[in-house]
């Protein structure tokens, strides 16, 4: 079976596909270092209002960097940022506080307890209400399921337990977006699914969630909008379902003892490419060929058929196609 998943001439590259309002957008965003490395390279990124996004690619791409040019914390070299229609950084001060962010693992003060670092999170927030504060902090703690250990020293908790206070201090208010750099970092089976109900769950309510991600299966369980960068530029992003439906897809006939033969000319002679047999069953690409005309075209040639599916490729076999790499499922 062929490797191949996607089309250059089918899948669109680099711009997206994002049409309406958008929460976050860059155009020509670019960040080169004194050394000279380029992490960032004329990034175009769409992000729609109410998307959950998925922004994937390997350790080195330019993730973490883009997502401190959106916040800024790091100036770009070239281009322009916007979040929810502000300019960034000009416009920081108006924009961030509708804006919750965790990114490359929260800082906290070590021996104040969990409550205490989100207490003094809030008085610096020259906007945040201080009458609502202690409410607002147990119940983002609660949310992250931290209430058990709400006055236990920051010093003490574990890594899952510190990525979690840092995800309740993007709680800490109503956000209209969250930025998430590798949210599940260091978090247990039952912490990771908690937080992509918590994605879930934002997006429910109308938040834009940009989640950046090694953990690619939970990444597709979540997004509805994938971008992936590789060596700081974005080789494609848009629609996730719309993305996988545009790969190749491939379509597997099984059928009776002897028949295998007659299958394969049948996909042969639709024009099918790459057929090739396995026992019983008969595998090709499916290209622009309709999966009815291959079953029509296979019963009318004699040919039983015991099973019949198309598979579409995976967002992972996107991402190994487009970057040549795995995900580290391990993180």
């Not at 057929?275 to 291959?294: K, N, S």
Request: with cysteine; hydrophobic share 45%; proline share 5%.
């Amino acid at each position: 079976m062929s490797s191949a998943v996607l089309d250059p001439a089918r899948v669109g590259q680099g711009s997206g596909d994002a049409t309406g309002p958008l929460a976050v957008r860059t155009e020509g965003l670019t960040k080169r270092f004194r050394s000279g490395q380029v992490a960032v390279d004329d990034l175009a990124l769409r992000v729609p209002r109410g998307a959950v996004y998925g922004f994937l690619g390997p350790n080195g791409s330019g993730k973490t960097t883009t997502i401190r040019m959106l916040l800024g914390l790091v100036r770009p070299t070239a281009g322009a940022a916007w979040l929810l229609d502000s300019p960034m950084p000009e416009a920081a001060l108006a924009v961030l506080p509708r804006v919750g962010a965790l990114v490359e693992g929260p800082a906290f003060q070590p021996y104040l307890s969990g409550r205490d670092n989100l207490a003094r999170l809030e008085a610096a927030d020259a906007t945040a209400d201080p009458r609502t504060a202690d409410r607002r902090a147990g119940e983002a703690l609660e949310r992250v399921g931290l209430t058990a250990a709400a006055d236990k020293r920051y010093r003490q908790y574990s890594l899952g337990m510190k990525q979690r206070l840092g995800l309740a201090a993007a709680l800490l208010r109503p956000r209209d977006l969250l930025v998430l750099d590798e949210p599940t970092n260091g978090l247990d089976p039952q912490g990771t699914r908690e937080v992509r109900h918590l994605v879930r769950e934002l997006a429910d309510a109308g938040t834009t969630v940009l989640v950046s991600s090694h953990l690619l299966a939970e990444i597709e369980q979540v997004c509805t909008h994938v971008g992936i960068m590789r060596s700081g530029r974005m080789v494609l992003q848009g629609d996730r379902s719309v993305l996988v439906a545009r790969g190749v897809s491939r379509v597997r006939v099984t059928t009776t003892a002897g028949l295998t033969g007659a299958a394969a000319r049948v996909l042969a002679g639709l024009g099918l490419d790459e057929v090739g047999t396995d026992g019983l069953r008969v595998d090709a690409l499916l290209g622009d060929v309709a999966p009815e005309r291959v079953s029509a075209a296979s019963v009318a040639a004699g040919v039983d058929l015991v099973g019949f599916e198309v598979r579409h490729p995976s967002l992972e076999e996107i991402f190994v196609e487009l970057t040549g790499e795995g995900f580290d499922v391990a993180r």
